[in-house]
């Protein structure tokens, strides 16, 4: 050990101010080395510097041998209660029986041997769940624990011992001691523990982890992450001494967080650089042939998973497996994703991820594929092992049936035994003789007879006496103030008022300036005012100020007193230069209480009667959920309590007080401002910010002016302990009383004990040290007496107890045994105070009184409390009147009857609840072992945030939390408060270490509280909020942890071990269940259990209900030529012989100007020379399949023509991104070989990207079929139009599913001719229409909007792309401006891309003269259910520009039938409704009113189009369903496609789409099955049409029309009425002058896709409601997406922000769904934005997601595994 004392004292002095800057963690340990080395470079001749990692002589004082260390109180070892006095204490209350508690080895309490803790910071809230700087643990070795590792583990263990104390284990000592939580921890070795998984973090933000915070200090600005994280040559960097019980062979070992397959090739060189280092694994999957892959050791899944239950399996992959070969090949399929930008979101989402079903399956090892799929199952094999009481079977998801099962009762609790408590009563108050009346007169008196009397005396920062108050001064001064305040005119708006008696006044004063506050607080006290004293403001944003501006205008406050210093340091305003109005905050005048006139002569004081009990100050406190409250105190409560602290402290004239407390508040203002003057004492107050440099300098002052009391909380103690080199010239002889203004937290005991232990070698006597409990409404609940006696059985008793936390959860006192390891040490805190009454009243429901060994909230009477809360009413009466109850049993008069229980006051007295949980002891002692606000209810049990934070201190605290700063708070969720622990870690913690520091937490709490930690968050140092004092801000740091704005480090939830009461399904009928047992057609599983047994099997039709069945109009009523199918071919070649030059086709370029025009004459010759190239170049017969790869635009529609002249079946397919051609090319490949085109029809550019390099890496040009160039020129010219059967294939249909699955569909001639006759009978398109489109042009409903119908019925399509609206959001509106646009036809992925890109843009679109009044409809092409809350934002946003909102409507198609609904121009309004949420989890439809809890909105799809019929059937039991009733949408339709052409994958499921028949009614009758669920229901029209309505078109325009018949029919096809379902009769209206009733009709409202139902726990999900929640939780979240695998459910979610924010969407990601949909979330992706693939239609690939998460693809910022 290196030896200083030779040193020069500067060096020496500086070296120590160094070792208390990194045992605060102020400087970081390679900080210190360097400052360390660099003070003693001139001395390494004499001295051998080692600059070894914690080296360094430890400067601290260790605790000696001390044999009285237990001199407040002995522990006798049958664990009862044992005072001093030797009088065993509570013996009336019975034990535990022995196998209810934990033995352990017997373990002294008191060995010495460790070091002091450091100091903490108090709380805002006296007993709050967050320590500040403390965090008290034992002070010796685990026993029995280090015994069990190996010599290294012992070496690295006796290395760590000897770093400097904020490294050393042993700083902190708590009552739930160090080794109950290691032999807790010990005992669960034993125990087949899985290993939790890691979760998955990006290299930069593993690097912003705090070993990188650039805040901390310049020392580390060479500090990087360590090596350890990568090195392939250590098993992880665990704790040493946790290896053996955190690692077990058959467990998955989980790599470091650094992802492999999306590595760039920076990292390659490091990586290969130590592959032969990598020692083979012994995890390695034994059967993971490179052929196949081995099925998985997986749960069987239910059919109804979206996952398929072939999934690729899990495989644990061995490090050396690598090889260069590989590593290539894996950067290959990796998409690089790095270079897209938000400008191509859209586009670069489409088709991102390879399918994973035609993805190479050899090389799963080596491209590190299923890696994430191999945490998961870890995560299922740990959460395999319940730790939880199972879930309560069968019970109903309704809101009491939750609250029930949250609050479970245990049968088996403890109950309380005693008899009913009697309130205890304090001494008799007896006031000294020459005792002052009121404070006023104590002033007046002192400042006269003894004005050159210190009143007052303050340090400077460096520890120096600047100023002494003299009595005499501080009268002179505070009348000064007085007469200011009465003459002083302030304006208040246009009046001019002054202040009066019994106004309010706020006294904003800094907290090193306690002089200017006691001379403004006199100056208010001889004027009548009432002052407020309040926390300086920091900055105009502050929360906390914001919450005390609350408080400042409820209670009226327009003046702030304040000195010069305090105003200049205020934030101002940038403009004026004045004082800034704080967020919040009413307006204040400023007045500062410095340089004032003396008052004239006749001024006096003295004049100034005031009554008693007029209001003397209000005090701030805070509630549970930081709401600041303002306590009245009356004049005649404030000096009665003065005389009673006068008593019970023995105080008498002349005395020197030391503070050390915030002298604004609470114990410090009561003691050192108000008694202090009223029995004229000398008080020395020690700023804050010299306590953190020198912690012992208040011992100092004791002996330096021998003074007799002193006022501290528990840190300051473990501060002085630290400060170990000023120890010897410290002498507390004079000292009589030692005033722990904490004392009712549970680790002060082991403060003053420790405390006691090492300063009675200096004069401390043990019955100085006087622990107290206070409270702001209360004030001094109880007190220990200084100088107590030390015989007799007297009030001046101490005690202590060993109690058993499980009966206190419970709320009733049990001892324990010394050597349980669940049990917890209390102190007394003193008796009850001069003219008190106490008694115990149970904390919630009615005050009754608490039986002897119960606990509860403590309540006193006297004259000294507080009156109200200022201007809460309703909150004083059920605080400060309370009237405590006797609960009596009244036996029945015969006898007979049953005992009734009545309750009756016990007096008149209105007590006051001090919100102090706690009981009474023997001889009045008060013990607390709570706080109301620090009391967290889980499922039925009571736990205290003060006893969680000392166990998690206990586990190896100094490793990981940075100055032991911890907040513990509940929050609600599903019913029950849940734990949260967020805990700042140190700057040097690896991520291993930290992850396995919060396993091992999770594993302590669990044991000895038997709670589960919900959440675990490590904060980067000084990153949780503080209060003025530095001590954790606990209101704050809970409203950011629940506002996403915490920022945390690391992460860990364990709502799968700590939620218990989530619903269940409830149980079928035995008919269903065999019904659906019988049924394999489809994996949603809908039954109703509302029916009975006679109709399940047909459905769920009750009787007297109708069936679910609509009909579109008939199409019948159309024209004779529209009647009749017509080729397209020939409309078309008719077009261009009747109107040659009309333009049919407008292409737009993204400025807006046109692109390219096409007349029907130019369609028609293009597409004959197109049919002559195919024919001579590419030999295409009649039905040859020939592929079209174009991008949106004029040649796609030319060339599809081209191919019906000749008899060729086109295939439109989307081009592959030419950025992201990994992943889109082989699905383009893909769609080409399934629809077997013999022959590829493409543009110039395309055909070059095709044979690009670039494509060559994925797809080998040489493999494509023959491609041809559109432009080329053939050398005849197309003679004949191929003459094709109605019933002949037009085209086929091929997309992918959102679930992922590419289906190609069959679309015949005479479908896509009635398709068309109907989408112009129900949109009445006319050849002198516009119709502007922006659509995606391949497929569905887009493809026909694009392509067909504009040739059909001649009007003009004003073609926009898509990817030109990324380009320029305002090209669509622009344009239906520019072009007075009455029809559009759109994708939600432009209606969403133009609310949120132009969301700011409404004044320049207004500038631009943009007008949307043209627009009559606004069509949304979906094959979903309608987003209702986009369409909303979207017309909400476009009114301004003259939308009209009612235009706005949805389309629906699928793959059966591209079209079924679409909102006609004058059609009724879309109807919507309000179904709830749960019932529709159980394949019911409740309809419930708007705003109703669980309440979804559902807007009908659209009308029927002409010809289509709709029924509603049961996907199982193929029966019909009644109205109303959830089932699967049918349908029946001259256009529904003509079957499947292929479905890539199994096509069994399918076989039945095309075909299906009800087993029930009409059983012959055909129809498609949509895959989608939804529900019909009759309803209202919401509108009538009238003949003169600007949307009927004129005379003039369709007689223009040629096709047209007369104008009569047109008008009675216009307006012939919607077709009802069943017998109703069709109306035709034939006269202008007559209109349309308002008459029912059957809306379509489509819920979802069965497809991509999410079956978990028996109930039915759609992913949409899940991520319209996630959506909700947080502003940051710019898209999401949710998929389930292997019964987990996954969310994904893009995060448009900071990478360091990611962290803190897990919890409220986590939290939503389990509030919304009672799911518990299993991973939480969290991606940057543009991961989540969508396509052009804006639908999400769910699918794609998936497996490009499961094949590492997305290159997240993080990845949590929740527990």
């Known amino acids: 050990m290196e030896q200083t004392s030779s040193l020069p004292g500067y060096v020496r002095e500086k070296l120590a101010e160094l070792d208390l800057e990194l045992s605060e963690g102020d400087i970081t340990q390679k900080g210190y080395e360097k400052k360390r080395a660099k003070l003693l470079q001139p001395f390494l001749k004499k001295h051998e510097v080692d600059k070894g990692k914690g080296t360094a002589p430890p400067p601290y004082y260790n605790v000696k041998d001390a044999n009285n260390s237990n001199s407040h109180g002995n522990i006798s070892n049958d664990g009862v209660i044992v005072s001093s006095e030797g009088y065993s204490y509570v013996t009336e209350v019975p034990s535990l029986s022995s196998s209810q508690q934990r033995h352990s080895k017997k373990i002294d309490f008191h060995k010495p041997g460790g070091n002091a803790g450091a100091p903490g910071y108090e709380n805002m809230r006296p007993h709050g769940g967050a320590v500040g700087d403390p965090g008290y643990q034992n002070t010796r070795e685990p026993s029995g624990f280090q015994n069990q590792q190996t010599a290294n583990n012992s070496q690295h263990r006796q290395r760590r011992t000897q770093r400097k104390v904020t490294h050393n284990e042993k700083r902190y000592h708590s009552e739930v001691r160090q080794e109950a939580v290691q032999q807790a921890l010990a005992a669960l070795k034993g125990r087949p523990k899985p290993s939790l998984p890691m979760p998955s973090k990006r290299t930069s933000v593993l690097n912003r982890s705090p070993g990188c915070n650039d805040e901390l200090d310049s020392s580390t600005d060479d500090e990087s992450i360590p090596e350890e ?291 403004a607080w006199y100056g208010c006290m001889f004027r009548g005012l009432v002052p407020l004293p309040i926390e300086l403001p920091l900055s105009s944003s502050d929360t906390p100020p914001q919450q005390v501006g609350f408080l400042l205008s409820s209670c009226g406050i327009t003046v702030a007193l304040t000195s010069e210093a305090c105003l200049k340091g205020l934030p101002k305003s940038t403009t004026t230069g004045e004082i800034a109005k704080l967020k919040g905050w009413p307006r204040l005048q400023w007045f500062v209480t410095e340089h004032l006139p003396k008052p004239p002569k006749e001024f006096n004081v003295g004049n100034l009667r005031i009554d008693d009990s007029a209001a003397a100050y209000i005090e701030y406190t805070t509630d549970k959920e930081g709401s600041v409250m303002g306590v009245t105190v009356t004049r005649a409560a404030m000096i009665n309590h003065c005389r009673a602290l006068t008593m019970a402290c023995h105080y008498t004239e002349g005395e020197t007080i030391v503070c050390v407390l915030d002298f604004k508040r609470e114990v410090g203002l009561w003691h050192s401002v108000l008694t202090s003057v009223l029995n004229g004492m000398h008080v020395i107050f020690i700023p804050y910010a010299l306590m953190k440099l020198r912690p012992s300098s208040w011992m100092q002052l004791i002996t330096k002016h021998r003074a007799s009391c002193c006022l501290v909380k528990s840190r300051d103690l473990h501060w002085g302990l630290l400060a170990t080199k000023d120890h010897k010239d410290i002498s507390l002889s004079s000292l009589r009383m030692l005033l722990v203004a904490d004392g009712a937290n549970p680790w002060s005991l082991s403060s003053c004990d420790q405390f006691l232990s090492v300063f009675q070698s200096k004069g401390l006597r043990s019955d100085a040290i006087c622990p107290c409990a206070s409270s702001s409404e209360v004030f001094t609940v109880s007190l220990r007496r200084p100088g107590r006696g030390s015989c007799g059985f007297s009030p001046s008793a101490t005690g202590r107890g060993v109690l058993s936390m499980a009966a206190l959860s419970h709320g009733v006192v049990r001892v324990d045994s010394e050597d349980s390891l669940t049990s917890l040490t209390l102190q007394d805190c003193g008796q009850v105070m001069p003219a008190a009454q106490m008694v115990v009243v149970r904390s919630e429901g009615a005050p009754v009184l608490c039986k002897t060994d119960q606990v509860g909230e403590i309540c006193v009477t006297s004259g000294s409390t507080s009156a109200s809360y200022f201007g809460l009413d309703g909150m004083t009466n059920s605080t400060f009147k309370v009237q405590p109850l006797l609960e009596e049993l009244e036996q029945p008069k015969d006898g007979n009857g049953t005992v009734n229980v009545i309750s009756k006051s016990i007096g008149e007295d209105f007590y006051v609840r001090s919100g102090l949980l706690g009981f009474l002891g023997p001889g009045g002692l008060v013990f607390v072992c709570g706080s109301r606000d620090g009391l967290m209810t889980v499922t039925g049990r009571k736990h205290n945030a003060d006893d969680i934070i000392a166990t998690v201190l206990a586990v190896e605290p100094m490793r990981f939390i940075y100055r032991g700063r911890i907040a513990v708070f509940s929050i609600k969720v599903l019913r029950d408060e849940r734990v949260c622990v967020i805990a700042e870690q140190r700057p040097d913690c690896s991520e291993e270490e930290s992850f396995q520091w919060m396993s091992r937490v999770l594993q302590a709490v669990d044991s000895i509280h038997q709670v589960g930690i919900y959440c675990l968050a490590l904060v980067p140092p000084n990153h949780l909020p503080k209060t003025p004092l530095g001590g954790i801000h606990l209101c704050e740091a809970r409203r950011r942890f629940l506002e996403g704005s915490l920022h945390p480090a690391n992460v860990l939830m364990c709502p799968h071990t700590c939620v218990t009461n989530l619903p269940k399904p409830r149980e079928l009928h035995q008919g269903v269940q065999t019904a659906a047992k019988l049924s394999s057609s489809s994996g949603c599983g809908i039954t109703d259990t509302g029916v009975g047994p006679a109709s399940v099997m047909v459905g769920n039709l009750v009787q007297g209900n109708r069936l679910a069945e609509a009909h579109g109009r008939d199409v019948g009523l159309a024209e004779d030529c529209e009647r009749k199918p017509q080729l397209i071919t020939g409309v078309l070649r008719w077009r261009a012989n009747t109107s040659p030059d009309h333009i049919i086709f407008t292409l737009l370029n993204s400025k807006g100007a046109i692109a390219k025009t096409l007349t029907c004459s130019e369609l028609h010759k293009r597409a004959e020379k197109i049919a002559a190239l195919l024919q001579e170049r590419g030999r295409v017969e009649p039905g040859h399949h020939v592929a079209l790869i174009f991008p949106p635009g004029l040649d796609l529609l030319c060339a599809f023509y081209g191919c019906l002249y000749l008899g060729a079946i086109p295939i439109t397919i989307r081009p592959p991104h030419p950025q992201n051609l990994n992943t889109t090319l082989p699905t383009v490949r893909m769609i080409v070989d399934v629809s077997k085109s013999g022959i590829v029809l493409s543009i110039q550019a395309i055909i070059k990207l095709l044979k690009s390099r670039e494509a060559a890496t994925s797809i080998d040009p040489k493999t494509w079929p023959p491609i041809l160039d559109i432009d080329d020129n053939p050398k005849r010219k197309y003679t004949s139009i191929a003459n094709v059967s109605f019933d002949s294939s037009a085209y086929l249909d091929f997309s992918v599913s959102t679930c992922g699955r590419l289906s190609g569909v069959n679309i015949t001639h005479r479908s896509l001719s009635s398709l068309c006759a109907s989408l112009k009978l129900a949109c009445e398109l006319y050849p002198s229409r516009h119709v502007a489109l922006c659509l995606d042009p391949y497929c569905g409903l887009g493809f026909v909007m694009w392509t067909l119908i504009g040739v059909y019925s001649g009007h003009h399509s004003i073609l926009i792309a898509p990817y030109e609206v990324e380009a320029n959001p305002s090209l669509w509106l622009s344009t239906l401006s520019q072009h007075r646009v009455r029809d559009t036809f759109c994708s939600y992925g432009v209606i969403e891309l133009c609310t949120k890109a132009l969301s700011n843009s409404i004044p320049s679109l207004r500038q631009r003269n ?157 129809y498609a099955r949509t895959g989608y669920l939804g529900f019909l229901r009759r309803t209202e029209c919401s509108q009538a049409a009238s003949l003169l309505d600007e949307t009927t078109p004129s005379v003039a325009s369709r007689d223009s029309d040629t096709e047209s018949l007369n104008s009569i029919s047109q008008l009675q096809l216009n307006f012939s009425s919607v077709s009802l379902s069943g017998n109703s009769e069709h109306s035709l209206i034939g006269g202008a002058g007559n209109s349309i009733d308002q008459e029912l009709h059957d809306a379509v409202y489509v819920v979802g896709a069965v497809d991509e139902v999410i079956s978990l726990r028996g109930m039915n999900y759609h992913p949409i409601d899940i991520e319209n929640s996630v959506m909700r939780c947080h502003k940051k979240i710019a898209e999401c997406a949710v998929f389930t695998w292997t019964n987990l459910l996954v969310v994904v979610v893009e995060l448009d922000g900071n990478e360091s924010e990611a962290l803190d969407l897990v919890p409220l990601v986590t939290n939503t769904v389990l509030e919304d949909h009672q799911l518990i979330v299993g991973v939480v992706v969290v991606v940057d934005p543009g991961v989540v693939p969508i396509n052009s239609r804006g639908e999400k690939q769910r699918m794609h997601l998936r497996d490009g998460f499961l094949a590492d693809q997305l290159d997240p910022i993080y990845v949590a595994y929740n527990m």
């Open 229 to 519: 994280t990568v090195s392939p040559d250590k098993e992880y960097n665990y704790p040493r001494d946790h290896i053996s019980n955190s690692i077990l062979p058959p467990e998955p070992i989980i790599k470091p967080p650094i992802r492999e397959s999306s590595m760039g090739s920076q990292h390659q060189s490091r990586l290969d650089s130590k592959q032969n280092q990598m020692p083979n694994q012994k995890y390695t999957s034994p059967n993971c042939a490179p052929e196949r892959r081995p099925p998985q050791n997986l749960p069987s899944l239910p059919t109804s998973d979206t996952s398929s239950t072939d999934s690729p399996p899990i495989a644990y992959k061995r490090e050396n497996d690598f090889s260069d070969k590989a590593y290539k090949q894996k950067q290959l399929n990796a998409p690089d994703i790095t270079q897209f930008n938000n400008a191509h979101r859209a586009a670069d989402r489409v088709t991102r991820y390879v399918n994973v079903t035609q993805s190479d399956l050899n090389d799963t090892d080596a491209n590190g594929k299923w890696k994430v799929s191999a945490k998961i199952q870890q995560l299922l094999n740990t959460l395999k092992r319940p730790k939880r009481r199972p879930l309560p079977e069968f019970y109903e998801d309704n809101d009491i049936e939750l609250e029930i099962a949250a609050n479970t009762k245990d049968p088996n609790a403890p109950k309380p035994e005693g008899s009913t408590m009697t309130p205890v009563q304090g001494e008799q108050l007896s006031i000294p003789a020459g005792l002052p009346r009121t404070l006023e007169c104590a002033l007046q008196r002192y400042g006269t007879n003894s004005f050159k009397s210190s009143m007052a005396t303050v340090l400077d920062p460096n520890g120096k006496i600047t100023t002494t108050l003299t009595y005499g001064k501080l009268l002179s001064r505070a009348q000064k103030i007085a007469y200011a305040l009465s003459t002083k005119i302030f304006s208040k708006g246009p009046e001019q008022v002054t202040l009066k008696p019994g106004d309010r006044v706020a006294l904003v004063y800094p907290n090193n300036d306690p002089l200017s506050f006691i001379t």
């Open 1410 to 1566: 943009i007008d949307l009044r043209c627009v009559r409809t606004c069509v949304v092409v979906a094959e979903e259910r309608p987003r209702v809350q986009l369409t909303q934002q979207f017309c909400k946003l476009f009114q301004a520009l003259g939308l009209n909102t009612r235009c706005v409507s949805t389309s629906f198609g699928c793959r059966v039938n591209p079209a079924i609904c679409v909102q006609g121009a004058s059609s009724a309004e879309s109807a919507q409704v309000y179904v709830d949420m749960r019932a529709l989890r159980n394949n019911r439809v409740a309809l419930v009113e708007r705003g109703a809890p669980n309440s979804l909105c559902v807007i009908e799809s659209g009308k029927l189009l002409p010809g289509v019929k709709v029924i509603i059937a049961n996907p199982d039991t193929k029966g019909h369903c009644g109205d109303s009733h959830l089932g699967e949408i049918w349908v029946q339709a001259p256009h529904n496609a003509n079957g499947y052409f292929t479905i890539y994958g199994d096509e069994t499921d399918y076989n039945d789409h095309f075909n299906a028949k009800l087993v029930t009614g009409a059983t012959s009758e055909l």
